[in-house]
DNA sequence: TCTATTATTATACAAATGTATAATTATCGA
DNA sequence: TCGATAATTATACATTTGTATAATAATAGA
């Protein structure tokens, strides 16, 4: 017996940042803002509460990187699926449609993380400039998708109603993800990505419905 | 000098309730829920921190009680001004749309209460209850406005169309209420009751914009 | 194999928080 | 005018929180 066990393994620094900034997601999402303490964190990880420090030199810091990681994750599982694949620009659309209202990006779990960084958008600029970069980065990829999705009907838009057709039609994926997520119960099995396919068509002007002309 | 000035005055009840929620939605719009702690609500509301136990036997309470007044006053500041006047139900479902979309309803201040409450509804079964009574009174609202204005317009729906016009419509104005409010700068002045005009219109087939027959 | 580095743990600390209880005092009715 | 009631203040307390510092030990490189 001269050898005992290690007591701790020294993990590589971005693994460990990883786990930190997955623990502290995994928090907000089950027990809100005010569940996600230091100590809640660091048992989360698998790490003693000082070690957060090291790697992260004020909660805050660690709020932020965590906040930032999921908004790049959630605009990624949304805009991942219609990339790359040869289809049609009205079948990505309609893609980019259903799958922001399908899980995992709309359930109560996403909706609570949203809510309880939200919270913290209001008085901190780091965050402010985070928010709107995501959210710019999405409505803009909104966007490009509807004005090919025109062009390729043959109804080009011109810029300032391709602005208008991208803040609406991202209000209703919006709306019907914060219903759908703030209150499942509400509706019925794919009824959201139904809506949503029908209210983006009626707006943009084209039937979404209708598979198309797959390329 | 026998008579010296009283050192606190004694209010009716609900005058005091009244004060200590209006300070506590105060709190958590400009400084989030971590900011409404019962010695701000109660230095706010120009009183000790005593007596918030008074009359809220504990602080989940009076932020139910908040939750509460707070949803009951939105709804009302949308739906008051489409009730009672004479105008076609076009106009009236006109209305509710564009009152939703600007201040005071479609504020920052409106946003950052609706988040930090949100935050609360995911792990209180009684918050959640407020919250969704709430979004059915909401909804069905609006839902009655827009089958009144398609049977004036000659194009009744079927519940299960009308049912869906409601979600998607709810969805359209929750979204632009949402992007406007957190991220203001984003938008021109009256854009946003514009766009949410212009695709409320599409989805339910009126042209909302057309003023319409004054009756 | 040994040593320096630093990742990690262990402990401490002051501030803030929700709640509880005791002490006052404004105010109403007799 | 005076005493009873309860609205309000004043004080106390145990916990939790974020942060800071000291102690330990895993691990890479000489």
Known sequence: MSESAPKFRREPAEHRKEALIQATISLVAERGVAGATVREIAKQAEVTQGLI????????????AAFEHHMRHMTNLTAAPVA????SHKARLAAFVVTGLKPPVATPRFISLWAGFLNKVRNDAQMRVIHEKTYYDFRDRLEA???NALIEANKPA?????RRLAIACNAVIDGLWLEGGALPSAFKP??????GLASVGAIVGLDLDDPGDLS
């Open 158 to 162: 011109t810029p300032t109603q391709l």
């Open 145 to 147: 998708l509807i004005k």
């Open 84 to 87: 790359g694949i040869h289809i």
């Open 190 to 195: 794919n009824e959201l990505p139904e809506i």
């Open 53 to 64: 420090r090291h790697y992260f030199s004020t909660k805050e810091e660690l709020i932020m």
